[in-house]
Nanobody, 113 residues
Framework: QVQLVESGGGLVQPGGSLRLSCAAS????????MGWYRQAPGKQREFVAH???????AYRDSVKGRFTISKDNAKNTVYLQMNNLKPEDTAVYYC???????WGPGTQVTVSS
C-alpha cells in the first residue's frame, strides 16, 4: 500500500522560500518516478516537477530556475525547494507516485504580503 505524506507548506511573502517534503512508504523513491503537482482554487491540478529513479528532474516552465526537486533515497523522501515564490504559486501541493497513480493529501502553500 502506497502512502505519501506532504509537509512544509505555509504562508510566505513574495520572494520567500519554502521546502516541501513528501515522505513515502510502500514505494521506493530510489527507483520510481515521483512527481509534485499543485491545484489552485478554481483551477485544474497541474504538473510542477518530477524526478526519475536516476535523479533527473523536469519542471513546468513557470517554475524553472526557481524550484528544485530532489530526493533522499535513504529517507525515502522527495523534496521540492521553492525559491522566489510568487502569488501565482499559491496552491495545494501534492506528491504523486507516478507509476502507482497514488497521491498524498496535499499541503497548502500561500504566497501573500
Amino acid at each position: 500500500q502506497v502512502q505519501l505524506v506532504e509537509s512544509g507548506g505555509g504562508l510566505v511573502q513574495p520572494g520567500g522560500s519554502l521546502r516541501l517534503s513528501c515522505a513515502a512508504s510502500g514505494v521506493m523513491v530510489s527507483v520510481n518516478l515521483m512527481g509534485w503537482y499543485r491545484q489552485a482554487p478554481g483551477k485544474q491540478r497541474e504538473f510542477v516537477a518530477h524526478i526519475t529513479g536516476g535523479g533527473s528532474g523536469a519542471y513546468r516552465d513557470s517554475v524553472k530556475g526557481r524550484f528544485t526537486i530532489s530526493k533522499d533515497n535513504a529517507k525515502n523522501t522527495v523534496y521540492l525547494q521553492m525559491n522566489n515564490l510568487k502569488p501565482e504559486d499559491t496552491a495545494v501541493y501534492y506528491c504523486k507516485a507516478e507509476v502507482f497513480d497514488s497521491w498524498g493529501p496535499g499541503t497548502q502553500v500561500t504566497v501573500s504580503s
